[in-house]
């Protein structure tokens, strides 16, 4: 089965400061995505890439980045992390091709103090 | 935009009643629909796809029928499990040369004895 890994998979931040979420996918999928899921809300995709080298805007990039160095890796960057994005995060790799489905990875927990 | 409307927040069933989750779209293209289902503490994982040549997709006793004509891709079981108690997400790639994959705000299902 297709591995999504995530690291941490629990994090404390502070206000203010920068935390970096990491995923490896061994998949060799092209596509790779970034969600938060928040009760209420549901999964609200942040960014996503097609391919090394690339990222796009999803829904919510506000206050995200997201870096993809190498087909395996997909970064999802909190500059300046927010109370208000306290959340878990799950991190997916798919084909680019439209009716496949897409791999999670078991999520980060994210909690900024 | 694209968007995915599902039946909101919570559904409590009787074990052996059956089962049926409203998912409705709004797309640019013609999508693919998907069902996910995320049991507690794990990660969202495929459940059902939709098909372009028109067949029923069964899994696991669920299927889903695409209805173009009213945008739906109604989850229905005929008769639920206390196992089938889990978060469930519809969600829509809207094809092109866009694979944005975008979920609706999910329905937990509770099964009781």
């Known amino acids: 089965e297709a591995a999504v890994t995530q690291s941490p998979r629990n994090k404390v931040a502070v206000t203010g400061g920068k935390v970096t979420l990491s995923c490896n996918q061994t998949?060799?999928?092209?596509?790779m995505y970034w969600y938060r899921q928040d009760t209420g809300h549901g999964l609200r995709l942040i960014h996503y890439?097609?391919?090394?080298?690339?990222?796009e805007k999803g829904d919510i990039p506000d206050g995200y980045k997201a870096s993809r160095p190498s087909q395996e890796n997909f970064s999802l960057i909190l500059e300046l992390a927010t109370p208000s994005q306290t959340s878990v995060y799950f991190c997916?790799?798919?084909?680019?091709?439209?009716?496949?489905?897409?791999?999670f990875g078991k999520g980060t927990r994210l909690t900024v103090v | 935009g694209d968007s995915v409307t599902q039946t909101e927040g919570l559904v409590t069933l009787t074990e052996g009643l059956p089962v049926m989750l409203n998912c409705t779209y709004q797309?640019?293209?013609?999508?693919?629909l998907f069902w996910y289902v995320q049991h507690l503490n794990e990660a969202p994982k495929l459940l059902l796809k939709?098909?372009?040549?028109?067949k029923r997709p069964e899994h696991q006793g669920f299927h889903a029928t695409l209805h173009k004509s009213s945008s739906s891709f109604h989850l229905q079981k005929s008769s639920a499990q206390l196992s089938d108690s889990a978060l469930y997400y519809c969600?829509?790639?809207?094809?092109?040369?866009?694979?944005?994959?975008?979920f609706g705000k999910g329905t937990l299902l509770t099964v009781t004895p």
């Open positions: 969600a829509q790639n809207s094809g092109g040369s866009n694979y944005k994959l975008t």
């Open positions: 939709s098909f372009t040549d028109n």
């Open positions: 797309s640019t293209y013609s999508p693919f």
């Open positions: 998949n060799n999928h092209n596509n």
């Open positions: 997916a790799s798919g084909e680019a091709v439209a009716n496949t489905e897409v791999f």
């Open positions: 890439s097609y391919g090394a080298g690339s990222t």
